[in-house]
Nanobody
Framework: QVQLVESGGGLVQPGGSLRLSCAVSGIIFSRYAMSWYRQAPGKRRDLVASITSGSDTNYADSVKGRFTISRDNAKNTVYLQMNSLKPEDTAVYLC?????????WGQGTQVTVSS
């Protein structure tokens, strides 16, 4: 059974930083690309960043230069380091893994950027 569990969200002031974690179990983690998405209330779910099994990365234009995705295959965990946070970064952040035709999602972690 594949499980993804996010952690690390919270309330932060504009300009602050947070690091999100997504722990994965039930699958050979190192073989799969991982992604972070976010969804604000009333808006669509958008891709934030992705990392391949070979650690190639890709970012949404809105977070380039501020966010960094990384992975630790020994810990079956993917991270999202978020710096210079803005109020518009406020959303539920979810990690995702695609295996063939199946997408697995975590439950999400809330990030709120507000003074």
């Amino acid at each position: 059974q594949v499980q993804l569990v996010e952690s690390g969200g919270g309330l932060v002031q504009p300009g602050g930083s947070l690091r999100l974690s997504c722990a994965v179990s039930g699958i050979i983690f190192s073989r799969y690309a991982m992604s972070w998405y976010r969804q604000a209330p009333g808006k669509r779910r958008d891709l934030v960043a992705s990392i391949t099994s070979g650690s190639d990365t890709n970012y949404a234009d809105s977070v380039k230069g501020r966010f960094t995705i990384s992975r630790d295959n020994a810990k079956n965990t993917v991270y999202l380091q978020m710096n210079s946070l803005k109020p518009e970064d406020t959303a539920v952040y979810l990690c995702a893994l695609r295996q063939g035709w199946t997408d697995y999602w975590g439950q999400g972690t809330q990030v709120t950027v507000s003074s």
